[in-house]
C-alpha cells in the first residue's frame, strides 16, 4: 500500500517490520518486488511522491548536491547532481537501461593488473541475471550466441583474424518508459501488495545503533516540507524494523553511513574508499577505411529495435535463456494490439577484448563503440573502459558545506584516474586502432591525445573530452574477511548483524558493462537471502 510520512503526526515510531528498505531506485525496488505477497513484512522508504516522473523536485534534489575534488572538477563539476536523481525510482527515471552481464574475466582477480576479484563468479548470479532480464523484458539471456544475433541484427562482426585480440560482444537497451522507469513498470504490484508499505517523503537522516554498532536500533528519519525553492525540515519520525537495507544509491549510501559516525567502517578505513566509475572518451579517435564497409558489417554496430515473440513460458525458465525458440518479427504489424505479444527492445554490437588478451595485456576490460559515417568509409571510436579499485579514489563528508534542507554535511568526490587506468586506455585504443588497420582503416586520426597523464588529456567543452560514465560503483566493496572490505558475501555489513548494503557499492571490480542489470540480479539475490534468513528464525 503507499502512504505518505508528510501525514504522520510528528516523532510517529513505525515499527513491526521484518524488512525496511530505503530507496526506492532500481535496487530498492527490485527488492521490493520480489518480496511482494511473501508473508515478510516490508516497509520501502522513498524520498520522492508517487506522481514522480522525469525529473525530481528541485528541493529534494538539492540534497544530492555535493562537492567535488580537483580532478573531477575539470572533467564533470556538476557529476554529484546530473548523474543521480533523488526521486521515485530513483535514476531510472533518466537511463535507457543498456544491459549486459559482467564477463568472466571481470570477477576475477587478474595478476600484474588487479588483485581484487569477487566472492563468486558469473556463473552464481546466472539465475539471478535471467530474473533480472524480466525488468528489461531483454528475452533470451544469451549475450554469447553470436549466430542469433547476427541472425536478428543481420549483420556480422569483422571477419576474425589469426592474433585477434577483440571480438564481439552484444548490448542491450529499454527505452520504453513503462518499463525501464521502475516505479511505474512495478507502481501497481507494489500499492496492491499486502505486505508491502511504500511510505513517500521519507528521508533518513542518521542509523541508530547499539554502543558497538553492532546492531540496528532504528532509523531516525524526516520529511520535508514546502515546494522547490522553499523546501525545509519537515516532522521527525523513526522506523524500526528486525533487518535494514541501504538501497540509496553508490553515493548516497556511503554518505548515510558516514552520517551515522562511520558505520560499518573497517581498521584500514576503507568506508567510502575504492569508488569508481566508468571513464568515457565518447570521441577518441577517427578512422577511414580504404573502402565503404560492408553494410551487414555496419548493421553489426548499428543499434537497432528488436522484437521477438517468445515461446510459453519462456521468462525465467529453462528455455529463457536460448533464443531458438522466439520469433523474431520483422515485418510491420498490421493490427497495432498485436505489439503486445513481442518483447521489444534494442541492441547492437561492440568490440571487447578477449579473455586472454586482458591477462596478456594486464589492463582493464573495455568496449569500444564504431559510429560509422553517411559514406560508410569513416568511423569514430567510443572508448568505456573498467577502472581499478584504488583507495586514493573516494567518497566523504564535506564538513564545510551542508544540505540547504536539514543541515547535514554534504558528499564529496575525490575521483581519480591511476597510472594503470590510464595505461588500459592507452593500450584500448592501440589495440583497436591496430584491429581496425588490420581490416583497412589505414587513415586513423586521434581526437584525444592520450600521450601524457589524464590530466592532460581533453576537458569539455572540447572534442574528444574525457567524460565521467554515470555508474557509482566500489565504495562499500565486498570481501570475504572483514580487514579487506565493508560487506560480506551477502552484502551484509562485517560487524552490523542486521544491515545491509543494496546497488552498486558493493561491486570489488566493475568490467564495462553498465551495472544495472548486475545490480539487479544482486538485489533479487539478497532478497532470496532474507527470505532464507526470515525462514530459518
Not at 67 to 87: C, E, H, W, Y
Not at 390 to 403: F, G, Q, Y
Amino acid at each position: 500500500m503507499y502512504l505518505h510520512a508528510d501525514r504522520l503526526p510528528s516523532g510517529t515510531i513505525l515499527k513491526d517490520f521484518d524488512i525496511c528498505i530505503v530507496g526506492a531506485g532500481a535496487a530498492g525496488i527490485a527488492m521490493a518486488q520480489r518480496l511482494a505477497n511473501t508473508s515478510l513484512k516490508v516497509i520501502l522508504l522513498v524520498s520522492g511522491s508517487p506522481a514522480d516522473r522525469g525529473a525530481p523536485d528541485e528541493g529534494r534534489q538539492a540534497l544530492y548536491h555535493g562537492t567535488a575534488g580537483d580532478f573531477l572538477q575539470k572533467v564533470d563539476p556538476i557529476f554529484l547532481r546530473r548523474s543521480r536523481l533523488n526521486m521515485y525510482g530513483g535514476t531510472t527515471n533518466h537511463f535507457g537501461f543498456w544491459a549486459r552481464p559482467l564477463d568472466r574475466a571481470d570477477t576475477m582477480p587478474r595478476p600484474g593488473y588487479r588483485d581484487a576479484g569477487w566472492l563468486f563468479d558469473e556463473r552464481e548470479l546466472r539465475p539471478w541475471y535471467i530474473d533480472s532480464h524480466d525488468f528489461g523484458q531483454f528475452g533470451p539471456f544469451n549475450y554469447d550466441d553470436m549466430d542469433f544475433w547476427e541472425r536478428v541484427l543481420y549483420a556480422r562482426c569483422f571477419d576474425p583474424l589469426p592474433g585477434d585480440k577483440l571480438t564481439g560482444a552484444i548490448m542491450r537497451a529499454q527505452y520504453e518508459e513503462r518499463l525501464h522507469d521502475f516505479q511505474v513498470q512495478f507502481r501497481q504490484q507494489l500499492k496492491s501488495a499486502p505486505n508491502i508499505t511504500v511510505l513517500f517523503n521519507a528521508h533518513l537522516l542518521t542509523i541508530a545503533t547499539d554502543e558497538n554498532q553492532r546492531h540496528v536500533i532504528e532509523l531516525n528519519c524526516s520529511t520535508i516540507e514546502g515546494s522547490a525553492g522553499g523546501s525545509k525540515a519537515g516532522a521527525p519520525f523513526t522506523v524500526r524494523a528486525r533487518d535494514y537495507v541501504l538501497a540509496c544509491g553508490g553515493i548516497e549510501n556511503v554518505r548515510l553511513l558516514q552520517l551515522s559516525g562511520d558505520l560499518g567502517n573497517n581498521r584500514r578505513d576503507q568506508l567510502g574508499r575504492g569508488f569508481m566509475v566508468h571513464p568515457l572518451l565518447t570521441n577518441a579517435a577517427r578512422v577511414v577505411f580504404d573502402q565503404p564497409v560492408a553494410s551487414d558489417i555496419r548493421n553489426f554496430f548499428r543499434e537497432q529495435q528488436i522484437r521477438l515473440k517468445p515461446p510459453p513460458n519462456a521468462l525465467g525458465g529453462p528455455r529463457g535463456v536460448s533464443g531458438d525458440d522466439y520469433e523474431h518479427m520483422v515485418a510491420p504489424l498490421v493490427n497495432p494490439e498485436l505489439v503486445f505479444d513481442y518483447l521489444m527492445f534494442n541492441a547492437w554490437g561492440v568490440l571487447a577484448p578477449t579473455h586472454q588478451t586482458l591477462l596478456e595485456e594486464r589492463i582493464g576490460n573495455f568496449r569500444i563503440i564504431l559510429y560509422f559515417g553517411a559514406d560508410a568509409a569513416s568511423a569514430i571510436v567510443n572508448l568505456n573502459w573498467e577502472q581499478t579499485p584504488d583507495d586514493a579514489s573516494r567518497i566523504s563528508l564535506d564538513p564545510e558545506r551542508v544540505d540547504p534542507i536539514f543541515g547535514q554535511p554534504v558528499a564529496h568526490i575525490d575521483w581519480r584516474l591511476n597510472e594503470t587506468d590510464k595505461r588500459s586506455a592507452v593500450r584500448a585504443l592501440k589495440i583497436t586502432l591496430d584491429y581496425l588497420r588490420d581490416r583497412g582503416a589505414n587513415q586513423q586520426e586521434m581526437i584525444t591525445d592520450v600521450g601524457g597523464g589524464a590530466e592532460d588529456w581533453t576537458f569539455a567543452p572540447g572534442e574528444g573530452a574525457l567524460e565521467t560514465g554515470d555508474h557509482h560503483m566500489g565504495a562499500l566493496r565486498m570481501s570475504e574477511a572483514p580487514e579487506a572490505g565493508i560487506v560480506d558475501v551477502n552484502s551484509r555489513l562485517h560487524r552490523t548483524d542486521n544491515l545491509y548494503i543494496a546497488g552498486s557499492a558493493v561491486f570489488p571490480t566493475g568490467g564495462y558493462a553498465n551495472p544495472t542489470l548486475t545490480i539487479v540480479a544482486l538485489s533479487l539475490r539478497l532478497a532470496d537471502h532474507l527470505k532464507a534468513v526470515a525462514g530459518r528464525r
